[in-house]
């Protein structure tokens, strides 16, 4: 058997003693007849070696070992061993202790007890009178070189994980536009106060209250994922709180924890710690944000951000109808035009005002034409006034008209003594005879004929 003093203290190798190999004594006949030794009873002999045990271990001791045979009954009690790797007995076996951990002291174990695994045993070295051996009551178990809490860790997730909780595809997407936001964390604190801060204004909040730390917080986590399913009372929900040590932050890698998470239909993000802080939770959970307030600010700036795209397409589509509606108007002033024009009463105007025009065109044209006619019959005018006979009747000459048929007399042939003229004057008209014929022309004399 292999015994510390304290918990992580080394043993060294070969630690434990083999019990000496006594030599056979054998009474001899005279002694034999002499007297009869009087032989021990069960029991003294199993009360004597308690008594022994007590008194070599009278306090509980670290042990040191490997375990083995682990055994977990119905009753809740742990049945174990513990190897030494380092010793043997004089057959060359490792020698092995009897472990029992009862159900009053195993139930606060944090993680599960594997064969090979290297612990640390904290109990009582007694007696199982039953069976006539001895045994270790075990009050407390360590692993050996990792803390429990860390090795609790390490095993619920390798089992979780190998359940398929933390699989891409059982995660559901975060809502782009969610309406409420529920924050299950403490209602004190300034983790709460900056999620709401940075939340306020663009979602709504409810606070879904609970212990983060200490007994009974990972039952109420749970209960508020639970309770906020069943009353559908938002679209997220935001699981965690501020930084803290691996013991502080050990309600979010409890299990109930871990599956309430897996079976919310709600999407949940996990913000438990800081950014190097990891958890049960934040491996199940569909997001994980690495604090309470990066949550809250991945929530606001996506709600930012499709509010800011809205404006754009928003901007976008107002300027496109602009556009387009400057386009109709354009189209529909054009047909307006075109329907205008083609209106009767605008085809009337048009032919009024044509006619307007012709008939103020064929004005000018016919005052033009009597313009011109009227030079022309004036310069005709003067041309005849020019050859006019009242013009030579006007400047002293006469005109013979022989009467009744009035023809102009030009010569005397033909005229006879007794014929009746119409002499046209300048002013009046005379009528004669003809008294006298001279046959030679005119001629300019002195008043005589020749």
């Given at each position: ?280 939770a934040d491996y199940v959970a569909d997001l994980r944000a690495s604090t309470p307030t990066h949550a809250a600010q991945l929530l606001a700036q996506e709600q930012q951000a499709l509010i800011e795209q809205a404006g754009d397409l928003t901007q976008q589509l107002m300027e496109r109808m602009r556009l387009f509606l400057e386009g109709q108007t354009e189209q529909v002033n054009h047909l307006t035009e075109q329907l205008r ?110």
């Amino acid at each position: 058997m292999t015994v510390a003093t304290e918990p992580g203290t080394p043993l060294e190798a070969g630690s434990a003693k083999e019990v000496p190999k006594r030599d056979s004594v054998r009474p001899s006949n005279t002694e034999t007849r002499r007297t009869t030794p009087r032989a021990l009873t069960v029991g003294e002999v199993v009360t004597r070696i308690r008594g022994l045990i007590e008194q070599t271990f009278p306090a509980p001791i670290w042990v040191e070992g490997e375990l083995s045979n682990c055994s977990f009954p119905a009753s809740g009690h742990i049945y174990f061993s513990l190897v030494d790797e380092r010793a043997t007995d004089r057959l060359g076996q490792r020698l092995v202790l009897p472990c029992a951990f009862f159900r009053n002291a195993s139930q606060h174990l944090q993680f599960t007890l594997e064969n090979g695994m290297k612990v640390l045993c904290y109990g009582e070295v007694t007696t199982y009178e039953a069976k006539g051996s001895y045994q270790l009551r075990v009050l407390r178990v360590e692993p050996k070189g990792i803390g429990a809490l860390q090795l609790a860790f390490e095993q619920l997730k390798k089992r979780l994980a190998a359940e398929g909780l933390f699989d891409e595809a059982h995660k559901r997407p975060i809502p782009k536009l969610p309406e409420r936001v529920g924050l299950v964390t403490s209602a004190t604190g300034s983790v709460v106060h900056d999620m709401v801060a940075r939340l306020r204004g663009r979602l709504g909040v409810i606070i879904l209250p609970v212990k983060v730390q200490g007994e009974g917080a990972a039952e109420e986590i749970a209960e508020a994922i639970r309770f906020a399913n069943a009353k559908r009372l938002a679209d997220v929900l935001i699981v965690g709180r501020g930084g803290g040590s691996l013991e502080e932050l050990w309600a979010f890698n409890e299990e109930r924890v871990a599956r309430a998470i897996y079976h919310s239909a709600i999407p949940v993000i996990s913000a438990v710690g800081h950014e190097d802080h990891w958890t049960i939770a934040d491996y199940v959970a569909d997001l994980r944000a690495s604090t309470p307030t990066h949550a809250a600010q991945l929530l606001a700036q996506e709600q930012q951000a499709l509010i800011e795209q809205a404006g754009d397409l928003t901007q976008q589509l107002m300027e496109r109808m602009r556009l387009f509606l400057e386009g109709q108007t354009e189209q529909v002033n054009h047909l307006t035009e075109q329907l205008r024009l083609l209106h009767p009463s605008h085809q009337l105007q048009a032919y009024v005002t044509r006619a307007t025009q012709a008939q103020t065109q064929l004005v000018q044209l016919i005052r033009h034409a009597i313009e011109r006619e009227e030079k022309l019959l004036a310069g005709l005018t003067g041309r005849l006034q020019a050859l006019s006979p009242l013009a030579v009747l006007a400047r002293g000459y006469s005109i013979t008209l022989k009467l009744p048929d009035r023809h102009v007399v030009t010569q005397v042939k033909g005229l006879e003594t007794g014929d009746e003229f119409e002499t046209l004057l300048s002013r009046g008209r005379v009528v004669s005879t003809v008294s006298r014929i001279l046959s030679h022309a005119f001629q300019e004399s002195d008043g005589t004929d020749a």
